[in-house]
């Protein structure tokens, strides 16, 4: 699960995230639109979404067995989008 704390949205109500997640080469961050879908209202009112192990495993992520998930999250809304948060992996 990748779950995070919502900061102050400036006035808006927060309408979105973009979550990222790293690639087992350290660097490159993509989103998972399919399971961390960050338009979802689910994940906007809950901060949090979950990964399929599975996911993790396939391509572009590529994650070996037993690997920590690191992740970034923005906030959206009307205002437009914040800062990515620093990188994270909740251990």
Not at 10 to 29: A, E, H, P
Not at 53 to 75: D, E, F, Q, T
Request: hydrophobic residues 40%; proline residues 4%.
């Amino acid at each position: 699960m990748i779950s995070w704390i919502a900061s102050y949205n400036g006035g808006s109500v927060i309408t979105g995230y973009k979550i990222l997640i790293r690639q087992s080469d350290n660097f490159t961050f993509s989103e998972n639109v399919v399971d961390c879908a960050g338009s979802s209202p689910t994940i906007v009112s809950e901060t949090k979404c979950t990964v399929p192990i599975v996911s993790l495993k396939n391509a572009p992520y590529s994650l070996p067995w037993g690997s920590h998930v690191y992740a970034k999250v923005s906030a959206i809304n009307i205002i437009g989008s914040s800062a990515f948060s620093a990188v994270g992996n909740g251990a």
